[in-house]
């Protein structure tokens, strides 16, 4: 069974740019999270997709958004990139979501803004 | 908002030695799991305790679940180059999972 698969792998934006990151969960996990990892704030909650609804959502500004098709692909997207927005994204996949099954992560995508 | 705190922040050990690192709450878990991440990769499931005061082992690796579901550790015997990665306890909200601040840890051979 394929993991859960991230792309790209590794990203270098300017800032005031936009980006769009992608997640492919396991076959058959309906739950996509994601994470935002940076040395100093550690790992943090983005949002959590199930079955094409949003329904959880992190401490963070509009700027960070995302969606979930219904094949259960999941991308989430930054505009108006800051400086402080380079981190480690990585996304989650699950059965039925955080708390009810094992959550698998992704490799992650590395996301530089210069 | 739970806050886990994790200590060590930073370890640094010879191989075959013992090590314990801790989790602590500033309320409740519902239940509480252990990651290891290593560089480069994303976070992996080691376990996941729901029960006050219940131990589980792996291999090498012990987690402890506190009496009152506030604190947990991790006792790893016998450290080996192997073991070298990011320690991270996570706890489950609804919909989501809270991190803890994360031990570092390196294994010199």
């Known amino acids: 069974k394929a993991g859960v698969t991230q792309t790209p792998r590794y990203l270098i934006k300017t800032r005031g740019q936009q980006v769009t990151l992608s997640c492919s969960p396991i076959?058959?996990?309906?739950?996509v999270s994601w994470y935002q990892q940076t040395p100093g704030q550690g790992l943090q909650f983005l949002f959590e997709y199930f079955s094409e609804t949003q329904r959880n959502k992190g401490n963070f500004p509009g700027r960070f958004s995302g969606r979930q098709f219904s094949n259960s692909r999941s991308e989430m997207n930054v505009s108006t990139l800051e400086l402080g927005d380079s981190a480690l994204y990585l996304c989650?996949?699950?059965?039925?979501?955080?708390?009810?099954?094992?959550?698998?992560f992704g490799p992650g995508t590395r996301l530089t803004v210069t | 908002t739970q806050l886990l705190e994790q200590s060590p922040q930073f370890l640094s050990i010879q191989e075959g030695e013992n090590l314990t690192v801790y989790c602590n709450s500033s309320s409740v878990f519902s239940s509480l799991q252990w990651y290891r991440q290593e560089p480069g990769e994303g976070p992996v499931l080691l376990v996941t305790?729901?029960?006050?005061?219940e131990v589980k082992k792996l291999k090498r690796l012990t987690f402890q679940f506190g009496d009152a579901r506030k604190d947990s550790s991790l006792h790893i015997t016998a450290a080996q180059p192997g073991d070298t990665g990011l320690y991270l306890c996570?706890?489950?909200?609804?919909?989501?999972?809270?991190f803890g601040t994360g031990t570092r840890l390196k294994v010199l051979a």
């Open positions: 996570a706890e489950s909200g609804t919909y989501k999972y809270i």
């Open positions: 076959s058959g996990h309906r739950s």
């Open positions: 305790v729901v029960t006050g005061g």
């Open positions: 989650a996949s699950s059965l039925d979501g955080p708390g009810n099954s094992e959550q698998y």
